[in-house]
């Protein structure tokens, strides 16, 4: 199993469906777009609004990425902009 990536939706993302989302890289003060373009299956019952993020890991026996955890909204009605 490839490592476990954080991702950002481009998309909404369904249960059970899938999703266009950008891979995350660590810039060394936040998890910012890499750029890179990938399609998001999920396959455990959570869901995802456009802006969300989440982690992913690249299964080599679907060969396709998907869903583990963590969807929620970028940034949260509670905390301070």
């Not at 909404?12 to 936040?30: C, P, Q, T």
């Not at 970028?74 to 301070?80: C, D, E, H, K």
Request: hydrophobic share 40%; glycine share 12%; with cysteine.
């Amino acid at each position: 199993m490839a490592g476990i990536r954080h991702f950002e939706l481009l998309e909404d993302l369904g249960a059970g469906r899938s999703a266009r989302a950008v891979l995350l890289k660590w810039n060394g003060k936040r998890y910012a777009p890499s750029g890179e373009q990938v399609q998001i299956f999920e396959f455990v019952g959570s869901h995802g609004d456009k802006g969300d993020r989440g982690y992913a890991f690249y299964s080599e026996e679907s060969e396709r990425w998907e869903a583990v955890c963590g969807l929620y909204e970028q940034v949260a009605s509670w905390l301070p902009v």
